[in-house]
């Protein structure tokens, strides 16, 4: 079977107004700026207005995302929503955006994979219109992690924030779009970076609450370890896939969890910092939507041209990993 070439064909971002600084968190926990700045490279996060959730945010990114491809919500034929903080358990938040969009025709769905959902969601619907099943795609990566995120734990309430990015796939032309997939999970390192409580293992109680299993539990340093090893060598198997070199990158859009780990990529690949989309000293950690937000903001800066070499990589929960290789 002929495989179409699919690329994304417009891409969209949207933060809450509400700015979260390392200053404010000095007056929360124990903890200050220079610490946060030099271990993270994270100066400030976005915080979702109370009357705001996710499928709000992913809303404003979508309609840029849509309006940047040329389409209206009515072209679109499935929306992928990946997020660890969906509204509601069910309807799922990808339901909540085809309504709000009028998006009438769209089949919808959530995707589970943590910070890597991104990705994820990517290699679903290249692969749904590169067979022809579906011309248009929406992906988007959406999340309020501040409303997980225990504002009384230095370890984890320095690095998360709120935002959405999306993107419309569709065909293009020979030569360009997405080159290749690597994704991949390790279930063993589950339990290093999770939310226990209000699952079917440990439903919502009293009990749950008062022990605090609705935030996000994370291991930070082995989940630092596991990430500097997964980022550098899912890059350079998306990249073997696509039988190209480290050195025709022209920009890699990284998970933005920590600077560290961003640089620990680089070095693996052998690129120098401007070659990196890096923007978690504004927004911080975003999960899945952090991947989508920087992209979308690379192209806002006009740092995407046509024919770049772009390489996407994340990693997170699950322990899940993804990367691509993408010509634009
Ligand atoms: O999207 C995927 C999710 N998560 C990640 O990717 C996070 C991966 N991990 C990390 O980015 C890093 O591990 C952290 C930023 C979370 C922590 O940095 P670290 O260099 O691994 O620090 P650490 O956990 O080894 O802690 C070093 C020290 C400890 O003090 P002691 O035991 O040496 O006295 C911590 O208690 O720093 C302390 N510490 C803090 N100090 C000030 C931990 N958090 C803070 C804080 N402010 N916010």
Known sequence: MKL??????????????????????????????EWI????????????????????????????????????????????????????????TACLVQEKLGAKKAAAFDLSAACSGFIYGLATASNMIATGMYKYVLVVGAECLSRITDYTDRNTCILFGDGAGAAVLGKVPEGRGFKSFELGA?????????????????????ES????????????????????????SAAEEALRKAGMEKSEIDLLIPHQANVRIIQSALNRLNLPEEKAMINLDKYGNVSAASIPIALAEAVEQNRVNEGDCLVLVGFGGGLTWGASVLVW
Do not use: W
């Open 37 to 92: 700045v030099t271990r993270t490279g994270i100066k400030e996060r976005r915080i979702a207005a109370a009357e705001q959730a996710t499928s709000d945010l992913a809303f404003e990114a979508s309609k840029i995302a849509i309006a940047a491809a040329g389409i209206t919500a009515e072209d679109l034929d499935l929306i992928i929503v990946a997020t660890i903080t969906p509204d509601t358990f069910f309807p799922s």
């Open 186 to 206: 390790d279930g063993s390192g589950g339990e290093l970076l999770c939310l226990s409580g209000g699952g079917s293992r440990l439903p919502s109680s009293t």
């Open 4 to 33: 179409h070439p699919v690329g994304i064909i417009g891409t969209g971002k949207y933060v809450p107004e509400r700015i979260l600084t390392n200053q404010e968190l000095e007056q929360m926990v124990e903890t200050n700026d």
């Open 209 to 232: 609450i008062a022990s605090k299993q609705h935030f996000i539990y994370m291991a930070g340093s082995e989940v630092f370890k596991f990430a500097v090893r997964i980022m550098g």
